[in-house]
């Protein structure tokens, strides 16, 4: 293993709010090769809601060349508490993306919120 944890991995709020209008900004993530999202989810209502989360990359904060890198559907169930999902595996950016976006989409209201990990910055050295 090269360097510690916390050197290598950093939590950054990508959108906090109801997971039906969750469309996240595009954020700068220039000093890392590798993304993951984690989103956790409140407790579902009178009724399940099916959570759609995708995780995109562009070149700029406005979304130019945006592209899909991994989409993911859980369900939370009615009465359930709340999940902490990893949404999926880590990514790795394309060389020229610098910027990511977590949007959601769910089938019922449900709060939740979504973060991102950022691993493996760019200035160290690739040594695999």
């Not at 109801?18 to 595009?26: R, S, W």
């Not at 709340?82 to 595996?89: A, C, H, I, T």
Request: proline fraction near 2%.
């Amino acid at each position: 293993m090269i360097g510690s944890i916390s050197e290598n991995l950093k939590f950054t709020s990508a959108g906090v709010g109801d997971l039906t209008e969750l469309n996240g900004e595009f954020v700068s993530v220039s000093g890392f090769r590798k993304v993951a999202a984690i989103l956790a989810t409140a407790e579902a209502g009178e009724e399940s809601s099916d959570v759609t989360i995708s995780l995109y990359e562009a070149k700029d904060e406005d979304g130019a060349d945006e592209q899909l890198l991994v989409t993911r559907t859980i369900t939370v169930v009615s009465g359930e508490t709340g999940q902490l999902v990893q949404s999926f595996d880590v990514q790795y950016l394309s060389a020229d993306y610098t910027h990511v976006a977590v949007k959601a989409e769910a089938t019922n209201a449900i709060d939740g919120v979504a973060f991102l990990a950022l691993a493996d910055p760019r200035e160290r050295p690739i040594t695999e």
